[in-house]
């Protein structure tokens, strides 16, 4: 199934002004820049999948899955089949995740590749906790799982999830303030915050405080990470009722929550966000970030946000261009995108979750290519 979309700025979409100066003064050589609009061509890779929330694409074109209610790994070949992931690793997914409203089986990110397997993080809500753990994958086959990094708050919602792996080969984990807003400002809690960790779980040199993985704080719930080449770094965060966010994330970086929502916070020594949406049209998730666009996956808001980069300015709002809506409406909640190994996007739909309306085949992963 393949549609083609052509999409603009749509109504009532704001690009926000930055109050802290942006990763680079000037813009560097061949720094990321890309139109202010494109074209966007659809097709879908695979269908029938239940909840799935986390993306992880592999060199050889296969992308992993996270099913987050079912507790379950599952590998999407390139040719679009579905396979289960077994092993001792999966069987104690089943036994620790406690799926309940937004939690369950979430992130999930590739450690690194080799000969021996795939070494992967993923991020689950247990019993207590939001927990980090870490195996080795081998022909579907998940070895013991290690939590590396335990005690984040859990709750029904805002229990963040997203895992990404930097430039600097550390591990960036996104929490939610489990519905306790105060853990968002409280820099001893882990609640509200990206952390930055070693793949052993521990404090990564360089952070703020290095006896803290806390590498940014006053945040409500980030759903999506990535960096463009030029080291900016960039995360998409739920509002509540007014205003959805993205951010350029600075280390040590207050944002805000929960005394303020979207921008209007520089003149109290917050982080402005560089974009802003309305909840109801975006509710923003997974983010990927290439060399032409900020991609954010939207749930309320059913569209696929592109946030087209300039060279990096005087302040972060300067690096970025107005946002495109894409895909708007056709293919329900968007959940996740990633960037492939082939250079395409692909995003997860989310009907499946409770909050959606599925349709035939759902959910879904689908290929999108822009021009």
Known sequence: MVAGVVAGCTSGT?????????????????????????????????????????????????VLVTLRDAARLVVVTPDGAVRDVAGPGADQLEDVVQPQGEGGLLGVAVLGESDEGIDLALYATAAGDNRVLRGTL??????????????????????GGRLAVGPDGFLYVSTGDAGDVAR????????????????????????????????????????????VSDGRMFASEFGQNTFDEVNVIHPGGNYGWPEVEGEGGA??????????????????????????????????????????????????????????????GEHGRLRAVAVAADGSLLVATNNTDGRGDPRPGDDRILRVVVR
């Not at 966007?40 to 694409?57: H, I, K, N, R």
């Not at 081998?138 to 229990?159: F, K, S, Y």
């Not at 809690?189 to 993985?213: C, E, H």
């Not at 998730?285 to 990096?312: C, F, H, I, K, M």
């Open 184 to 227: 968002a400002q409280d820099p001893a809690d882990l609640g509200g915050k990206i952390l930055r960790v070693t793949a052993d779980g521990r404090p990564a040199p360089g952070n703020p405080d290095p006896d803290s993985p806390v590498w940014s704080l006053g945040h409500r719930n980030v759903q999506g990470l990535g960096w």
């Open 14 to 62: 704001t690009s926000a002004s930055g109050g802290r100066p942006s990763a680079g003064a000037s813009a560097p050589s061949g720094s990321p820049s890309g139109p202010d609009t494109v074209e966007a061509s659809v097709s879908t890779l695979a269908t029938g999948l239940d909840v799935p929330w986390g993306l992880a694409p592999l060199d050889d074109g296969s």
């Open 138 to 159: 081998r022909d579907r086959r998940l070895g013991e799982l290690t939590a590396v990094l335990t005690g984040i708050p859990a709750a029904r919602n805002h229990d």
């Open 267 to 328: 003149d109290e020594g917050f982080v402005d966000p560089v974009a802003v949406w309305a909840t109801a049209d975006a509710s923003p998730s997974g983010l990927a970030v290439t060399d032409e666009a900020v991609y954010v996956a939207g749930l309320r808001g059913e569209r696929l946000w592109r946030v087209p980069l300039r060279p990096a300015g005087a302040t972060d709002a300067d690096g970025v261009g107005e946002p495109q809506a894409l895909l708007t």
